[in-house]
């Protein structure tokens, strides 16, 4: 196999399109609906396709581009990143979504190399709004966008 120049890229690509083929697999018995009126199996097959796409734009790049290997890990980001997660866990039904969302990005942020508060307050405050307008607002899902400890 010559032609992979970036063998990670390249089967990490394979392995989204095996899955995102996988789940459009055992979603092909549910009924799939229309945008307006979902069934069953839409979402799952919405977002394999999703999972395929970026599958096969990774996978291409394994053979297009080669990439120097990461240099070091670090403990800061794995931190930050698991911490802003749980954070969100916590703060999403007691605070509401845009508190948590915010948090969530800020702390996250934070584990880059090239932080900085602006781009980062900025980055927060608009998928914090995005957040309420599409899942709570659009999408309708039953989360909070005032919480109990904000009088919700």
Known sequence: MSFIR????????????LFGIGFIWLARDYGFGTARRMGPAFFPIVLSGILIAIGILIGVRGVAMTEDPPKGFTLKGLVLVTLSTLIFGFLVRTAGVPIA???????????????????????????????????????????????PWLGG
Do not use: E, H
């Open 6 to 17: 970036n063998p990670k890229d390249f089967f990490a690509g394979l392995l989204f399109i």
């Open 101 to 147: 969302v915010a948090l969530m990005v800020a702390v996250s942020a934070i584990a880059s190399q090239r932080f900085n508060w602006k781009p980062t307050l900025v980055l927060a405050i608009g998928m914090a709004i995005f957040c309420v307008v599409v899942f709570v607002y659009a999408l309708g899902l039953p989360m909070p966008v005032r919480g």
